[in-house]
C-alpha cells in the first residue's frame, strides 16, 4: 500500500482537527504588520490576526513561503518513509507560492517524487480539494493516482463571499481606489468569485441579508454536492449563512472554518461565503 504525503499552504483555511486526522502537512505563508512579520497558522492564529486588525493602524500584507520551507516538508516525508508527495497549492495567478513549491522539488527529485498542482483555488475551495485527495491517500492510493484525482476534481470546486469592508482589497491593489470609495458610500455589499484562479465580481447587493442569500443561491446551483463549507473571518453573520445552507444536500457534513490570515489580509475582516466540491 503507498504511503504519499498530502502538502497545502496555509491558504487552505483546513480546520486544525481535519490537517491532525489527516496528517496533511501544511506550509506557511507570511504575514506582515508593518515591520512585524508573523508565520500563518505557527505564531498567529485566525483570532489573533483579526484582533490585531482591528488594533492595528496598519493594514496586513502577506508574502509566499520560500523555496526553502517546501523543501524541508519534501525531506521530512522523505525521512518519514513515504513513497511520494502530492502538493496542492493556492492559485499561482494570485501567489508565488506554487514556483516555491516547484523549485523546490527540483532539490530533491533524488530523493522523492513530487508532483505539484495548481488548485487554481483559494481559501476552503482548496481546503476541500486537499481534504478530498487527503482520504484517497490514506486509503493507500498512489501518487499518480493522487494527482489523476485531484486534476478531475479542480473544475468541481469553486467559492463565493461578501466582503464587509473594501478597505483590505483596495490596500492590497485588487480593485481601483476609487471603486472601493463608491462602495463605502453607497454600503454595497460586493461578493467576489474564482474565475480559472483569478478574483472576480460576483455581482453586488446592497445588504448583508440579500448578500446572504445571493450566496447560498450559489451554491444551489452546483448541487448535487460532495462537500459544502461555510469560511468566514470574524463575521457576526455565520448562523445566518448556516441556517441558509442547512438543507442543501452533501454527501458529507457541512464543514465550519475560519478564514486565516492568508486570505484574511485581503478579504478584510467581517468575510464571508461557501465553498464547494461538486460530485
Same mark, same amino acid.
Given at each position: 500500500?503507498?504511503?504519499?504525503?498530502?502538502?497545502?499552504?496555509?491558504?487552505?483555511?483546513?480546520?486544525?482537527?481535519?490537517?491532525?486526522?489527516?496528517?496533511?502537512?501544511?506550509?506557511?505563508?507570511?504575514?506582515?504588520?508593518?515591520?512585524?512579520?508573523?508565520?500563518?497558522?505557527?505564531?498567529?492564529?485566525?483570532?489573533?490576526?483579526?484582533?490585531?486588525?482591528?488594533?492595528?493602524?496598519?493594514?496586513?500584507?502577506?508574502?509566499?513561503?520560500?523555496?526553502?520551507?517546501?523543501?524541508?516538508?519534501?525531506?521530512?516525508?522523505?525521512?518519514?518513509?513515504?513513497?511520494?508527495?502530492?502538493? #496542492?497549492? /493556492?492559485?499561482? =495567478?494570485?501567489? $508565488?507560492?506554487?514556483? *516555491?513549491?516547484?523549485?523546490?522539488?527540483?532539490?530533491?527529485? +533524488? &530523493?522523492?517524487?513530487?508532483?505539484?498542482?495548481?488548485?487554481?483555488?483559494?481559501?476552503?475551495?482548496?481546503?476541500? #480539494?486537499? /481534504?478530498?485527495? =487527503?482520504?484517497? $491517500?490514506?486509503?493507500? *492510493?498512489?501518487?499518480?493516482?493522487?494527482?489523476?484525482?485531484? +486534476? &478531475?476534481?479542480?473544475?468541481?470546486?469553486?467559492?463565493?463571499?461578501?466582503?464587509?469592508?473594501?478597505?483590505?482589497?483596495?490596500?492590497?491593489?485588487?480593485?481601483?481606489? $476609487?471603486?472601493?470609495?463608491?462602495?463605502?458610500?453607497?454600503?454595497?455589499?460586493?461578493?467576489?468569485?474564482?474565475?480559472?484562479?483569478?478574483?472576480?465580481?460576483?455581482?453586488?447587493?446592497?445588504?448583508?441579508?440579500?448578500?446572504?442569500?445571493?450566496?447560498?443561491?450559489? $451554491?444551489?446551483?452546483?448541487?448535487?454536492?460532495?462537500?459544502?463549507?461555510?469560511?468566514?473571518?470574524?463575521?457576526?453573520?455565520?448562523?445566518?449563512?448556516?441556517?441558509?445552507?442547512?438543507?442543501?444536500?452533501?454527501?458529507?457534513?457541512?464543514?465550519?472554518?475560519?478564514?486565516?490570515?492568508?486570505?484574511?489580509?485581503?478579504?478584510?475582516?467581517?468575510?464571508?461565503?461557501?465553498?464547494?466540491?461538486?460530485?
Amino acid at each position: 500500500m503507498a504511503h504519499v504525503r498530502v502538502i497545502s499552504d496555509s491558504s487552505c483555511d483546513l480546520p486544525e482537527e481535519i490537517v491532525r486526522r489527516l496528517d496533511i502537512e501544511i506550509v506557511s505563508l507570511s504575514i506582515r504588520f508593518g515591520d512585524e512579520e508573523f508565520t500563518d497558522r505557527v505564531d498567529l492564529t485566525p483570532g489573533a490576526f483579526w484582533a490585531k486588525c482591528k488594533a492595528s493602524k496598519t493594514l496586513p500584507a502577506t508574502a509566499a513561503p520560500s523555496p526553502g520551507s517546501f523543501q524541508a516538508a519534501y525531506e521530512r516525508a522523505h525521512n518519514n518513509g513515504c513513497d511520494g508527495v502530492i502538493v #496542492l497549492t /493556492l492559485s499561482a =495567478a494570485l501567489s $508565488a507560492t506554487h514556483q *516555491a513549491a516547484v523549485l523546490a522539488s527540483e532539490a530533491v527529485t +533524488e &530523493k522523492i517524487p513530487v508532483r505539484i498542482v495548481d488548485s487554481k483555488a483559494v481559501s476552503m475551495a482548496l481546503g476541500l #480539494l486537499v /481534504l478530498d485527495v =487527503a482520504e484517497l $491517500a490514506q486509503s493507500g *492510493a498512489t501518487l499518480e493516482q493522487l494527482v489523476e484525482h485531484a +486534476e &478531475k476534481q479542480l473544475p468541481k470546486v469553486g467559492i463565493i463571499a461578501m466582503l464587509d469592508t473594501l478597505e483590505h482589497l483596495a490596500k492590497g491593489g485588487r480593485v481601483g481606489g $476609487a471603486r472601493a470609495l463608491i462602495g463605502q458610500v453607497l454600503a454595497i455589499k460586493p461578493l467576489l468569485e474564482l474565475n480559472n484562479g483569478v478574483v472576480a465580481e460576483a455581482g453586488r447587493q446592497r445588504t448583508r441579508a440579500k448578500a446572504l442569500a445571493a450566496i447560498s443561491a450559489v $451554491a444551489r446551483t452546483h448541487t448535487p454536492l460532495r462537500r459544502l463549507a461555510v469560511v468566514h473571518g470574524d463575521s457576526s453573520e455565520l448562523k445566518a449563512l448556516e441556517a441558509l445552507v442547512a438543507d442543501i444536500p452533501i454527501e458529507f457534513p457541512l464543514i465550519i472554518a475560519d478564514m486565516g490570515p492568508t486570505v484574511g489580509t485581503h478579504g478584510g475582516p467581517g468575510i464571508i461565503g461557501v465553498a464547494w466540491l461538486e460530485t
